[in-house]
């Protein structure tokens, strides 16, 4: 059956709003873009009004309303994206940035293949029902086979370089952070000193990998869809008209307006997740950590309970998100998916029957025209320069083979531009998810930018706002406020906190041959003053003991020393991080080789370059008696995680065979040969003696007084007294029922200056070298105890 059939363009975009219902559908147009934007607005109130409450805002409601506007796509999220994008990409000539270039090339091309496609699958269809076999060979056996490599070869090299991209943005900023994480011990602060971050750790791998992964796929799913919906739509404005795209963008466009409004707050239900899996993971390394003692303890069904409690959060969360998921990916398939391909029926379909109807009415109307003729037979460009002429040429399309090729050319070229611009829908429905994932590496930028600038070595605190160009994810530091914020402090109208702020003056640390602190107080992160006013001095070879009561500032003054705490006072004057040595109680045992442990934190390389030899090693491990460990299977070689495999006296002895191994200048022994016996612990004490180490000792242990020329004595209430230590008051070795301090707080008459034995048997005098109250009036009137003070609340009120 022969028929004629003449084609024509859908009527222009404007020609939609002429006509007898005009005002109707102008009408319509605005009420629903109208509805779209009132929608969205409800949404928001109805959040906000779910945060409020009953209109009194707890300080919780209102720190999470905060949160909720720090993870929104709005102004700050793309400052922050901008000050992390610059990061990752730091010139246009990194190579990260080629890699862009090159994302781009391969998505244009991948576009001019999928047009291809199109084209070339209308014109398979036309010859299989037109039964032209020969045609049907060139287009569906060679075309497809001459294309399918470089098809094949793209969308692979696509895939590849996507995923490098995202690789190498990620190694970017991991290197990044672990720049600021790792030096100036910004581990150790943002670890102890600072609480606003709990898992530094799944920060790092977890949500930077995710936060790049997603930003690499939003490139290509932004760039390539916004380049289909350009070229796919030229492409069809040649046979629909301008139209037919026209009107499928505005579809999406009304889509994705309506989706935004009903959109759950994703951005920060992503952000809650990986908070929650961190907390999550936490549990589960700490129950590794410390196995041992949890099983001694039996605390297998304790440590369940926590960590089940802590993996039903993440469970409810994710059930949270997955009912939302549910709901907004109902409305979203009617709308993105069954109804736009109604949408799109109709517009590859309605000009054919418009054609139909107005060929009926008017057989010669210039207003339909067409755009076929190529499909019976002429090619592109001849249909170009016939639409260039404007179209106005009726072209009478004989066949069905025309109409075959004409709707599966279109059809298919309408799917790749809805299926483009759902992409650009979904890809905005994927920017609140980035949102989250961006407000989570702001938080970790921000802490440990201000984290290592707060508290500097010397004791100046510098400004510690968050870098420049991030805009800040925590309003208030906490912890951070004892470094940088005594502006705070002085004006607090409380006397407490009045009197930490005049302790918290910086101090200056100045490099010296001797450790002398002057006029230093010692002030735990959270604001307890351990220590006021400390003078000391040590010189090479005098060796000091440092006793009190437990918790009352021992291994702070320590850490004072090393600088992880900030200096406040005067001065301190030490020699250089090299030169002093620190063995803790509980030693740190490296990933590695038993060589390792004993050079650390020297590489392998680095103690050769400095002479080191494996029989010098081997001599260590014989002055700490540990040759057995040493002559093991593997020797010095040996690996394996060395905090399981050895016992605590053998840990303490490595690490003393480490302290020889550096041979420092001052060596600080925080009750490091607690777990070793008397006898050994003393051979111990004469080799560091005898390698001319100055020793900073903390011990209970009465046998160790005959090693050390000078005492001081924190009396656990701020003061303290130093003076030297008289051979005759050392104890006897065998005398190991005489405990060197108590638990508890000493009594207030070790302050009287009069000789006096006190509750640890230790002897205070009134002729020491320094002797300090915490009383500065010297009298016998109540000394303030040390004091929690409640600064942060002083600072919060304010
Ligand atoms: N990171 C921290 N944050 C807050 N407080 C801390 C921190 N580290 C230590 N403290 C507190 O500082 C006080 C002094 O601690 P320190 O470790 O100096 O005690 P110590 O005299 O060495 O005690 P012990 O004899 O038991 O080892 C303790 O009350 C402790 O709780």
């Not at 029957?353 to 057989?363: H, K």
């Not at 404007?390 to 009478?396: D, F, L, P, V, Y």
Request: glycine share 6%; hydrophobic share 35%; charged share 25%.
């Amino acid at each position: 059956m022969s028929y004629t059939l003449s084609i024509g363009r859908l009527p222009s975009l404007a020609s939609l709003f002429r006509g007898p219902h005009a005002k109707k559908k102008v009408a319509l147009t605005g009420a629903l873009v109208f509805a779209a934007l009132a929608a969205e607005e409800f949404w928001r109130r109805k959040q906000t009004a779910k945060l409020k409450g009953t209109g009194v805002q707890s300080a919780v409601e209102r720190r999470r309303q905060r949160r909720d506007r720090k993870v929104r796509v709005d102004k700050v999220f793309a400052k922050n994206l901008w000050y992390f994008i610059k990061i990752m990409f730091p010139s246009l000539r990194c190579k990260e940035f080629g890699t862009v270039i090159l994302v781009g090339c391969l998505l244009t091309a991948r576009s001019y293949l999928d047009i291809w496609v199109s084209d070339n699958g209308g014109d398979v269809v036309k010859a299989i029902v037109g039964r032209n076999l020969k045609r049907f060979i060139r287009k569906a056996v060679i075309n497809i086979l001459l294309m399918s490599v470089p098809i094949s070869l793209v969308n692979n090299l696509l895939k590849y370089t996507i995923s490098e991209l995202q690789i190498m943005m990620r190694k970017r900023l991991t290197l990044y952070f672990h720049e600021e994480y790792l030096s100036n011990q910004t581990y150790y602060k943002v670890c102890n000193l600072d609480t606003r971050i709990q898992n530094v750790d799944q920060l790092l791998s977890q949500d930077v990998d995710k936060f790049t992964t997603s930003l690499a796929t939003l490139y290509s799913n932004v760039a390539k869809p916004l380049l289909d919906i350009v070229l796919f739509s030229k492409r069809l404005a040649r046979t629909l008209g301008s139209s037919g795209p026209l009107i499928m963008i505005m579809y999406f466009l009304l889509t994705s307006a309506i989706l935004r409004a009903i959109q759950p707050p994703f951005g920060r239900l992503t952000a809650d997740e990986q908070k929650l899996e961190g907390e999550y993971r936490l549990r589960h390394s700490r129950l590794i950590t410390h196995s041992e003692e949890i099983a001694f303890y039996g605390g297998g069904k304790r440590e369940k309970l926590y960590i089940n409690e802590s993996f039903n959060k993440v469970i409810r969360h994710l059930r949270k998100i997955l009912r939302l998921r549910l709901y907004i990916g109902f409305i979203d398939s009617f709308l993105v998916k069954y109804l736009a391909t109604i949408v799109g029926y109709c517009i590859v379909s309605v000009p054919i029957f418009l054609s139909r109807t107005q060929e009926m009415d008017q057989p010669h109307s210039n207003a339909v025209s067409s755009s076929l003729s190529h499909f019976s037979g002429a090619d592109a460009d001849e249909d170009d320069r016939l639409v260039r002429t404007g179209g106005a040429k009726e072209h009478i399309i004989k066949g069905s083979e025309d109409i075959a090729a004409l709707y599966t050319r279109n059809s298919r070229l309408l799917m790749s531009l809805s299926s483009a611009i759902g992409r650009i829908v979904l890809a905005g429905k994927e920017l609140p998810r980035i949102s989250g994932y961006c407000a989570r590496v702001t938080e970790l930028e921000q802490v440990l930018y201000e984290v290592s600038q707060g508290y500097s070595e010397n004791g100046s605190n510098s400004n510690t706002g968050p870098p420049k160009g991030l805009t800040p994810v925590f309003s208030v530091a906490s912890s951070v406020d004892l470094f940088s914020s005594s502006s705070d402090l002085v004006s607090s109208r409380n006397h407490e906190a009045e009197e930490l702020s005049s302790l918290c003056t910086p101090g200056k640390v100045i490099i010296s041959d001797i450790i002398r602190f002057e006029h230093v107080n010692i002030i735990s992160p959270d604001r307890t003053i351990l220590c006021r006013d400390l003078n000391l001095e040590v010189p090479q070879g005098t060796n000091v003991l440092i006793t009190g009561p437990n918790g009352c500032g021992k291994s702070s003054l320590f850490r004072v020393l090393a600088g992880l705490w900030p200096l406040y006072g005067k001065a301190l004057y030490r020699p250089d991080s090299s030169k002093i040595f620190y063995v803790p109680q509980r030693p740190y045992l490296a990933l590695g080789t038993l060589r390792d442990q004993i050079i650390y934190p020297l590489t392998k390389e680095e103690a050769e370059e400095q002479g080191c030899t494996d029989d010098a090693l081997k001599q260590l491990l014989h002055d700490v008696y540990l040759d057995e460990v040493g002559n093991r299977k593997g020797g010095l070689d040996s690996v394996c995680d060395w905090s399981d495999v050895l016992s605590g006296g053998e840990k303490q002895r490595i690490a003393m065979a480490r302290l020889f191994y550096h041979q420092p200048m001052y060596a600080v022994l925080d009750e490091c040969t607690s777990a070793v016996s008397l006898d050994v612990e003393g051979h111990l004490y004469e080799s560091a003696k005898k390698r001319n180490i100055t020793l900073l000792t903390v011990s209970h242990r009465p046998s160790l007084w005959r090693f050390h020329e000078k005492i001081l004595r924190f009396d656990g209430q701020g003061g303290y007294t130093f003076r030297d230590l008289d051979p005759a008051e050392i104890p006897a070795i065998h005398d190991t029922n005489a405990s060197l301090s108590s638990s508890k707080p000493q009594p207030q008459t070790a302050y009287d200056g009069k000789k006096k034995d006190n509750i640890d048997g230790s002897i205070v005098e009134e002729n020491s070298s320094f002797h300090h109250s915490s009383n500065s009036s010297g009298s016998n009137s109540t000394v303030p105890g040390r004091r929690k003070l409640d600064a942060t609340t002083d600072v919060a009120s304010e």
